[in-house]
Structure formats: structure tokens, C-alpha cells
């Protein structure tokens, strides 16, 4: 157990040295870190495997357009194999390794989507590949206006096969959405009021809405 929680800590004080002077915030004392966005975040998780002592690094977007109390890999996700902990040289090699890709993929997803219209255009091109991607191309393009891209979208996420109560629970949020699709401002209102709630659901700190 000694080594398992050394080498975490070695994880966690390369970290804090390469992360924190980017702006890049941990969660408590774990393994995950983000990147806050206001409306989206960027995740990196260290994730362990309780079989053996190491990690992989999983980096992906998480939309905050959706209330929940957890974080979720929405866009991106496994961006490299397991790294074992062999000894500290080693581990510590794997670990900066791991470090650089990350800060790689921050700076690609902040280049990506660091506007709703770069968002919506990058969501729109790959709606077809899962439910939650065609939700979150729906959203987006209604916070931009897009009358009618909102509702062709949208409408896609209430005809599909209501086979999983979350499945029905999300399609009745969509069915919300969609009624808002000809009030651009309202639609934007809720935007705000739903970020808003998802940050204090996963105790984000409070701050000013940049321009969409």
C-alpha cells in the first residue's frame, strides 16, 4: 500500500508543478484535474486500475449544458495505455510523458472550442456517432440561434429508441429545449441557468459568463 500511495503522489506532485501555472485546477486531492471553461471543462484524469499499480491518462471535454454530479468524458477520453510503476525513475519518465500529452490536448481543445460557434460546428460534424452527441450539437446550436439546425437535431434525440429510463429522462429535457428553438435569448437564458446549476452541482466557483 506504501508504493501505491508513493507513486500516486508522485503523480500528483508533477502535476501540481506543470498544471497549476496553466491555469489547470485539481480536483481536491485526486487524480483528476480540469481545465474550467465556464461552460465546458476539460478533464484529465490519472485513472488507477485496482488490479496493479500505475495509471492511464484519460483527457476529454465535459459540456456543462447538463446537470449532474459527476464528470463525464462527452468528447475524447483514453489517451494512453497503462503505464505500470516499476520503480521511480521509471514511473516518473511515464508520468511526465503522460503530463506533456495532456497539456498537448488542453491547448488543442482550448484552440478548438474556445468559441460556441467553433463548438458547434466541430459537434455538428460527428451528431451522428452517439445519442449524447446529437443532444449536445441540438444545444449548441440553438445557444447560437440556429433555429433550424436546433430543431432538426433536437427532434433526431426524441425519435430515437426510448429503450433506457435515461434515455426518456434526456428526451424529456430535449423536448425542453425544443420548445425554446424559436426564442434565441430564452434558449440562451436557460443555457446560462442550466451551466450555472451544473457548476455548483460539481462545486465549480462561481464567475462571469464570457461571450458565448
Known amino acids: 500500500m506504501a508504493k501505491q500511495e508513493f507513486h500516486s503522489r508522485i503523480i500528483n506532485q508533477l ?24 461552460w465546458w471543462l476539460t478533464i484529465i484524469e490519472f485513472q ?3 488490479r496493479r499499480r500505475g495509471t492511464y491518462l484519460n483527457v476529454g471535454v465535459h459540456w456543462l449544458w447538463h446537470v449532474k ?23 516518473t519518465n511515464a508520468v511526465e510523458r503522460m503530463i506533456s500529452i495532456a497539456t498537448k490536448r ?3 481543445y482550448r484552440d478548438e472550442f474556445n468559441t460556441l460557434e467553433k463548438a458547434s460546428r466541430r ?12 443532444f449536445d450539437a441540438g444545444i449548441a446550436a440553438g445557444m447560437l440561434g440556429k433555429q433550424r439546425s436546433a430543431v432538426r437535431l433536437l427532434k ?17 429535457s430535449a423536448q425542453e429545449w425544443l420548445a425554446l428553438t424559436d426564442q434565441p435569448d430564452a434558449f440562451r437564458e436557460r443555457a446560462e441557468t442550466i451551466v450555472r446549476q451544473a457548476r455548483i452541482k460539481l462545486g465549480l466557483p462561481d464567475q462571469n459568463r464570457p461571450a458565448w
Open 15 to 38: 502535476a501540481r508543478q506543470k498544471f497549476m501555472p496553466l491555469g489547470i485546477i485539481q480536483k481536491g486531492n485526486s487524480r483528476t484535474w480540469f481545465d474550467d471553461r465556464f
Open 48 to 50: 488507477p486500475d485496482p
Open 69 to 91: 454530479d459527476y464528470l463525464s468524458f462527452d468528447y475524447g477520453y483514453r489517451e494512453s495505455e497503462f503505464a505500470t510503476y516499476l520503480d521511480d525513475a521509471q514511473f
Open 106 to 108: 488542453v491547448q488543442a
Open 123 to 134: 459537434l455538428d460534424r460527428r451528431w451522428m456517432k452517439d445519442f449524447w452527441a446529437l
Open 156 to 172: 433526431r434525440v426524441l425519435a430515437y429508441p426510448g429503450e433506457y429510463t435515461w434515455i426518456i429522462e434526456a428526451q424529456n
